[in-house]
């Protein structure tokens, strides 16, 4: 069973930046794929980026050029920085990986942008 703890939201003004971090443990194995959703008052929860174990990027078009996505510490944890933040990218954001034919979720933490 995978275990993911996020860290980092919080909230910033319009414009600045923030960078998510979340850990994965409880397996020998390294993800086969992480990623960063997030989810706003009264939206779907949707894809923000996403990571492969070989570093393949996928980044919603809404973040691209603005948000970079990586992994680290043998590829169990992954970090999202966030930069020239806009206040439509506030919500609760999730971390998710698959592991085989598994998916986890962790809590998710708030970044609100004000504006």
């Known amino acids: 069973q995978l275990q993911l703890v996020e860290s980092g939201g919080g909230l910033v003004q319009a414009g600045g930046s923030l960078r998510l971090s979340c850990a994965a443990s409880?397996?020998?194995?390294?993800?086969?794929?992480m990623g960063w959703y997030r989810q706003a008052p009264g939206k779907q929860r949707e894809l923000v980026a996403l990571?492969?174990?070989?570093?393949?990027?996928n980044y919603a078009e809404s973040v691209q050029g603005r948000f970079t996505i990586s992994r680290y510490n043998a590829k169990t944890s992954v970090h999202l920085q966030m930069n020239s933040l806009k206040a439509e990218d506030t919500g609760v954001y999730y971390c998710?990986?698959?592991?085989?034919?598994?998916?986890?979720w962790g809590q998710g933490t708030q970044v609100t942008v004000s504006s």
């Open positions: 998710g990986a698959r592991l085989f034919e598994n998916d986890y």
């Open positions: 409880g397996s020998i194995f390294s993800p086969n794929t």
């Open positions: 990571i492969t174990r070989s570093g393949t990027t």
